[in-house]
């Protein structure tokens, strides 16, 4: 993630210089040149309105135009000054980190975590930059600047205050309401807890325009023991998207939410949040199997508002739980609403298989044959039923008695092979994706053993394989698959409900090709500028295949504009995203909004074609 990358810094590995027999100045000037041209880098942190120093602070280098730390820091004195050795050339904004302090956190939201761009456009004139030439030292005074904060209380209805309960930020930018990511001392989401008076503090804002929102710890399943002696999970540690919400100052819809606009360094106090109560109800129910009627057991369940109901929240996350051994499962206290139930089977060894696995393993080691635990292979966990999708609506009562049945889907089985007699990755996953219109793709996989892959419960339908292996230095992509006497070349295989497909082949292929060039944004009166962190989007030509994931690339621009993305060969468009627009994978009718305009490109294998693009008015 990108708030880690900007975290970690790297550290540097003692060189290993071999002796050679040679005299002492060749070996001084050989050492010489390899060194890398360092200089050293000193300074003094004060406060930009007051002047003072800022003492017992971290400052981290951040090299422009680059998402990560470069590893060099320095932790400020008494009177706020520091020193850093070792510098290599180049340009650097100066971080300092402290709370309450403005950092490059405090202008991402946790959307921006996706990629590991970073848009310096967006803070390049909140931060004090350094040129460093490699042969003298460098002197700068940091100007640290504080940033503003939102705090308040938050209580229940009776006046009691609402402790451990999950704060929120959410800021409107272009009209878009977007989760803000968070500041030194905040949780990787950008969230924090109310402590025990139910307060909560937000800081090192940037200006801007914020909403509060507050969130319940809320335990899925029947509160019983698993077998493992482990009981439900707290939605908050499975990052499920809140169900339970109130905006400030006490509202369960965005619309009916209080803003809050906050300036440049402003301390808003008072932003007092009373939990709404309201009717919570528990959704129920068992899985079985469609064939038999009997109970499957261990079925992880995911549970989210279906999108619409969700209204303007940025990001949508199931909240989980599983079935216990009589496939019972349970969520608890959900408002009224429409939402959808995602059922996930989990992949399971052949018991037979599995057990003639262990006798190998334990006549080898009686044998001490080194050669068998070399090429000993566990057996192919499969699927052995579909994955499902089934909308549930909450309307003032509970529902105890969902009944929902899973089918065995498709299966496949077959040997991979790469193009040109290659050898096999030694590592593998073959995915199947399922997608239907208006639903989310459904994907079920398999390991690669040996050039052969088993799945199971793949969900019927028009399925597309795809492939993530990497060799350590090629990359692929499946060229054609094989099936029934039928080769589907870059195309779905059509797929029924039990349909058992045995001698599958599977052609994957390294002639991967490369699309490059420049996206530019285009200025009333002026010449066309390079669009910088801008999210440039390669989707399939055939509007028939939106709606798979796999048919999709994103990256995004370069600081000077540029990108570059690779992808399978054929036909496509490429388009930019709108720059209010979070970088995602877009559903069918969003492709077909803003691929308007869009270019067609038709990519050779092992090929690279160069493609300029502008960014799109807002639409």
Known sequence: MLASALLAFSCLANAQIETVPTNSRTRRGAAEEQKPLTSKLRGRVVYDDTGRPVRRARVILLEDGSAEGTGESALTNANGEFEIADVKAGRYFIIVEGPGLLTPYSFLNVDDTQGNELDFNAFRSRFDEVTVDGRSDAHVQVRARRGGSITGTVSYENGDPAINVTVTLLRRQKGRLRQYLGGVGESPNGSVPTDDRGVYRFAGLPPGEY?????????????????????????????GTPLV????????????????????????????????????????????DKRT?????????????????????????????????????QFNELPDGLYVLTVQPQQESDPAAMEAYQRALRAAAEAKDATAFQTLRPPIPVQKFSAKQQEVTIEGHDLTSVSVELSTGGYISGTVVVEGGKEVPPYMNIYAETASAGTRAVYTNSTVQSGRFIIGGIPPGKVFFSINASDGGNHFYVKSITANGITYTREPVPIEDGAVIKGARIVVSTELSKLQGRVVAQQKDKESAPASGVAVLLVSADASRWRFSDQQTLVRTNLDGTYEMTAAPGEYLAFVLPADERPRALQEDEIKRFSVGAQHITLRPGKTEQLELSVPDNK
């Open 293 to 329: 009627g009997q109970p499957v057991a261990d079925v992880h369940l995911g549970l989210h508002l279906k999108e619409g109901e969700a209204e303007e929240m940025p990001l949508i996350i199931d909240h989980n739980t599983q079935t216990d051994d009589e496939g019972h499962w």
């Open 211 to 239: 909403l509060v929102s507050v969130a319940e710890q809320i335990v899925h399943g029947d509160g019983e023991s698993d077998g493992d002696g482990e009981e439900g999970v707290p939605s908050a540690t499975n990052g």
């Open 245 to 288: 919400v109130t905006y400030y100052p006490a509202a369960t819809r965005v619309a009916e939410a209080g803003a809050i606009k906050l300036d440049a360094g402003e301390e808003h106090a008072g932003v007092d949040i009373t939990l709404v109560e309201r009717g919570l109800y528990t959704l129920a129910g068992v899985v079985r």
